[in-house]
Nanobody, 125 residues
């Protein structure tokens, strides 16, 4: 499986941005997640979605501003980010847990075995 993240850029605070993560292939039990890493900080979980049933998981602090979704026909996961803040500035990575069987969605990086290249999001104040 290969992942291609895109959609990052420089935006002003309060605006919206949508990131895309295109997968070379998907399976029903795969989970695709978004993580972000700001300079000098650890990589943190943002959100994830399971292909089979669309179940989602979010980090609590981003609920209501960020929305993850999937387009099954395009093998693509989206992260819609709204009301962006300067503290949202980071490199955003999409990742996949290529599980063969159903597993609960996890929010830590080591659970994901495949990573995309990252896309930079910079929010100016």
């Amino acid at each position: 499986v290969q992942l291609q993240a895109s959609g990052g850029g420089l935006v002003q605070a309060g605006t919206s941005l949508r990131l895309s993560c295109a997968a070379s292939e998907t399976r029903s039990n795969y989970v695709t997640g978004w993580f972000r890493q700001a300079p000098g900080k650890e990589r943190e979980f943002v959100a994830a979605i399971r292909w089979r049933d669309g179940e989602t998981s979010y980090t609590d602090s981003l609920k209501g501003r960020f929305t993850i979704s999937r387009d099954v026909a395009k093998d693509t996961v989206y992260l819609q980010m709204s009301f962006l803040k300067p503290e949202d500035t980071a490199v955003y990575y999409c990742a996949a847990e290529t599980a063969r069987y159903y597993r609960p969605i996890k929010n830590y990086p080591t659970a994901y075995d495949t990573w995309g290249q990252g896309t930079q999001v910079t929010v100016s104040s």
